[in-house]
C-alpha cells in the first residue's frame, strides 16, 4: 500500500493497495468524499483490496485534505469536474495496466457523483459504477445517458437537498431507468448522508454501512 504516481505525464498520484489473498482481477478506483483522500480514505482503500480487489483512490485534490465543512466546501467548488473525470480514467487505466481484467469506479459523497458520471462519460472503459449518496448536476453528467450497470447507495434519511435528498434520489432513479441500464437501488432506513463514514459518528450507521460494503464487493466481483 503506497501513494503511487500513476499517470506520470500529469503527476496524478493516488493510495494504491494491492489484493491480499485471492486476487480477483477486478479494478476498483474510490473516489474521496469533498475532504479529499484523508486516512478514512486510505482506510476504507485497504479494506477493499482485503477482499482482493486491486483498489486505487486518486487524490483528486492533489495533496490537500480538508479539516472542517468549510475547508471542504471551498476544495469541493475549485474542483475542475471535466479534470477529476480525465485523472479517474487515468486511474482506470493504471488499474488495467497492472492486473485488473475489468474494473468499477465507488465513490462516496462527491466522489459519489463523480462515480455516477463515470457511468455516462467513462462507459466505454469501467465495467460498472457503484456510487453512495451523491449525484451530479446535469452539467456534468445526463443520468439518462448511463450505459453501464449502477449499483447506488443512499441514506432513507439523507437531508442534501439536490444532491442526494429522497427528491433528489427519486429523479435520480427516474433517469436510470430511462438510461435503460441495468441498475439496482438501495436505501438504508435509519440512515443519513455519509453514513460510511467511521470517523463521523454523528453520521456513520453501523449497519448500513456493514450491509451496503458487502453488496458492493458482491457487486465488483459478479459484474
Not at 473516489?31 to 476504507?44: A, D
Not at 451523491?134 to 443512499?154: C, E, L, N, R, Y
Not at 433517469?175 to 455519509?194: F, I, M, P, Q, T
Not at 451496503?212 to 464487493?217: E, V
Amino acid at each position: 500500500m503506497s501513494l503511487i504516481t500513476y499517470h506520470r505525464g500529469n503527476n496524478n498520484k493516488g493510495y494504491y493497495v494491492k489484493p491480499s489473498g485471492e486476487d480477483t482481477k477486478v479494478g476498483l478506483v474510490v473516489l474521496q468524499e469533498w475532504w479529499g483522500l484523508n486516512k478514512q480514505m486510505e482506510g476504507l482503500t485497504e479494506r477493499l483490496a482485503a477482499e482482493g480487489l486491486h483498489a486505487l483512490c486518486p487524490d483528486l485534490y492533489h495533496g490537500r485534505v480538508a479539516s472542517t465543512a468549510d475547508e471542504a466546501a471551498h476544495l469541493m467548488d475549485g474542483l475542475d469536474w471535466g479534470k477529476a473525470i480525465e485523472e479517474i480514467g487515468e486511474a482506470v487505466q493504471y488499474l488495467k495496466d497492472h492486473g485488473s481484467t475489468k474494473v468499477v469506479v465507488t465513490g462516496f459523497c462527491m466522489g459519489g457523483a463523480l462515480a455516477n458520471a463515470t457511468a455516462v462519460l467513462l462507459a466505454k472503459d469501467i465495467a460498472g459504477a457503484a456510487p453512495f449518496y451523491g449525484v451530479p448536476p446535469k452539467s456534468v453528467a445526463d443520468m439518462t445517458k448511463a450505459a453501464v450497470p449502477i449499483q447506488a447507495h443512499f441514506g432513507a434519511e439523507d437531508d442534501m437537498k439536490g444532491f442526494s435528498d429522497r427528491a433528489t434520489q427519486d429523479q435520480y432513479e427516474q433517469n436510470l431507468k430511462a438510461s435503460g441500464v441495468d441498475y439496482k437501488l438501495y436505501r438504508y432506513e435509519g440512515a443519513g448522508h455519509a453514513f460510511m463514514n467511521e470517523k463521523r459518528p454523528e453520521a456513520y450507521n453501523s449497519t448500513a454501512s456493514s450491509q451496503a460494503f458487502q453488496r458492493l464487493i458482491a457487486f465488483a466481483r459478479a459484474i
